[in-house]
C-alpha cells in the first residue's frame, strides 16, 4: 500500500509543477499584455494635453496679437498709458533668502528620499508595469482605457471570490494540521527513526502550506544546502521560514510572537529544538549565545536557521548583520532568498500591519514567487573580528541575490537612535 502511494504520488507532484509553470508563464502573458495597453494609453493621453495645450497657447497668442492691433480707448481719449511696473531690484538679503530656501529644499528631499526609510516599505510597482492588484490602482488609474477596467475587474473577482476563500479556508486547515500532527509526534517515545520521521512529516507539511498560497519555490546549488552548524539569510517575512523548511529541516530562531504565529511557535517547539526568545529582555539575548554554541557542539541536531538583520526588510537591500550570530562559529552557510513582485508582494510591515492582515494580503495575491540560493560554506578568517565577518557575509548575500548592501541597523524602523551611535 505504502509502496502505492509512493509511485502514485510522482505523477502527482509532477502534474503540480507543471500547473504552476503553467500558471506563471500565463501570468507573465497577462502581464505584457498589461504594460502594452498602459503605455498605448500613456501616449494618446501625452499627445491629447499637448493639442490642448497648443491650442491654449494658440488662442492666447491669438488675443494678444489682437489686443496689439486695436487701439486703447484711453489713449484716445488723451490720456497717457500707464507706466509698467518694472521688475524689483533683489537685494543681497533677498539672494541669500532664496540661496537658503534652495539648500533647505534639497536637504528635505535627502530626508525625505533617504537609503534606509524607503526599505521600510514596499517600494512602488515600476513604471509602465502593473499587476492588477488594488495597492497600486490610485497610480494607474488615470492610465486605464475600458479593457485594463474589465480585465481588473474580473482580476478582483477572481482574487478575492475565488482565492482569497479558498486559499484562506486550505492555510487554515494546514495550520491545525500542522498543530495536530505536532502533538502526534510529540507523545511518541524516543526512538532512533523518530527524528527522520518528523523531518519527513513535518517537510510535507510545510510543502502542503506553501502549495495553498501558492508558493512558487525555485531553489539553487542544493549541493550547498546545509546540514549542521549555523545558516544566516536575508529576512523579509515569515514566507522565509516556509520556504526554507519546505526543503531542509532547521531549528528555528526569532522573536516571541502572540495569536497565529505564537500558536504555530509552540506547536514546532514540541518536536523540534526551536529556541524563541524576546528582543527587549537582555536576559534571553544574552542567554541566546549561550544555547546556540551548544547547539552546534552537539551532534545530529540540525541547523540553525537565522536571521541577522533581525527585522523584515523589503527585499531590495540586506541590513546591519548582528553580530552575535558569528562570534559563536566560525563557519557560516548562507542563503539568499528574493521574492519576484510582479506576481505579489512578499514584505510584512510589521508596524503597519497585523499578522492576519497580512496574511490575507499574501493569499489575495496572485501568488508569492521566490527564488533561495545555498552558498557555499564561510569560513571566518584568522585575525577576522565577529564584525568583520558579519560584514563579508552580508555582502555576499547581497551579491547573490543583486540587492543593496546597506551598513545601517535595521532596528531604525522601530526606535530612534540612541546617542552612542552618533
Known amino acids: 500500500m505504502l509502496l502505492e502511494l509512493v509511485i502514485l504520488s510522482i505523477p502527482v507532484c509532477g502534474f503540480f509543477f507543471w500547473l504552476h509553470g503553467l500558471y506563471l508563464y500565463v501570468l507573465e ?32 497668442n491669438k488675443q494678444k496679437r489682437k489686443d496689439s492691433e486695436s487701439p486703447d480707448k484711453k489713449q484716445d481719449k488723451g490720456d497717457c498709458p500707464k507706466r509698467q511696473a518694472s521688475p524689483p531690484i533683489k537685494n543681497r538679503l533677498t539672494i541669500r533668502v532664496e540661496q537658503c ?57 477572481t482574487r478575492y471570490g475565488v482565492l482569497l476563500p479558498l486559499r484562506t479556508t486550505a492555510c487554515w486547515m494546514c495550520l491545525f494540521m500542522i498543530s495536530g500532527v505536532s502533538v502526534l509526534l510529540g507523545n511518541l517515545p524516543e526512538w532512533y527513526l523518530k527524528k527522520h520521521l518528523v523531518e519527513l512529516v513535518l517537510k510535507q507539511c510545510f510543502r502542503t502550506t506553501a ?13 550547498y544546502r546545509p546540514t549542521q552548524g549555523i545558516c544566516v539569510c536575508n529576512h523579509t517575512s515569515p514566507l522565509d521560514v516556509l520556504a526554507l523548511m519546505c526543503d531542509a529541516n532547521y531549528s528555528l530562531t526569532g522573536q516571541v510572537h502572540t495569536g497565529i504565529l505564537g500558536i504555530l511557535q509552540r506547536s514546532l517547539s514540541r ?6 526568545f524576546d528582543r527587549k529582555e537582555l536576559a534571553d539575548r544574552e542567554a541566546l549565545s549561550t544555547v546556540l554554541r551548544q547547539h552546534c557542539s552537539s551532534t545530529g541536531r540540525p541547523p540553525v536557521l537565522l536571521f541577522p538583520e533581525g527585522t523584515c526588510i523589503n527585499n531590495t537591500a540586506v541590513m546591519q548583520f548582528k553580530k552575535g550570530s558569528f562570534a559563536v562559529s566560525d563557519i557560516v552557510y548562507p542563503v539568499a532568498i528574493r521574492y519576484d513582485r510582479r506576481f505579489g508582494e512578499a514584505y510584512w510591515d510589521s508596524a503597519k500591519h497585523s499578522m492576519l492582515r497580512y496574511m490575507l494580503m499574501v493569499v489575495s495575491s496572485w501568488c508569492i ?10 569560513r571566518r578568517l ?3 573580528s565577529a564584525v568583520e565577518f558579519s560584514n563579508r557575509v552580508k555582502a555576499a548575500i547581497a551579491a547573490q541575490a543583486d540587492i543593496v548592501d546597506l551598513p545601517w541597523d535595521g532596528n531604525l524602523k522601530r526606535w530612534s537612535p540612541v546617542r552612542d551611535w552618533q
Open 271 to 276: 518536536i523540534s529544538p526551536h529556541i524563541w
Open 369 to 378: 514567487c521566490c527564488d533561495v540560493w545555498y552558498m557555499p560554506p564561510l
Open 29 to 60: 502573458l497577462l502581464f505584457e499584455w498589461i504594460a502594452q495597453q498602459l503605455a498605448i494609453t500613456h501616449r494618446i493621453r501625452v499627445r491629447e494635453e499637448r493639442l490642448q495645450l497648443g491650442q491654449k497657447w494658440g488662442s492666447v
Open 101 to 157: 530656501c534652495d539648500l533647505i529644499t534639497a536637504g528635505l528631499g535627502l530626508v525625505l528620499e533617504d537609503e534606509v526609510t524607503q526599505r521600510f516599505v514596499a517600494p512602488p510597482s515600476p513604471p509602465g508595469e502593473w499587476n492588477l492588484l488594488t495597492r497600486n490602482l490610485r497610480q494607474k488609474k488615470r492610465y486605464l482605457n475600458w479593457r485594463l477596467r474589465i480585465v481588473w475587474l474580473l482580476g478582483w473577482f
Open 211 to 223: 502549495s495553498c498560497l501558492p508558493m512558487i519555490r525555485r531553489f539553487h546549488n542544493t549541493q
Open 382 to 384: 584568522a585575525k577576522e
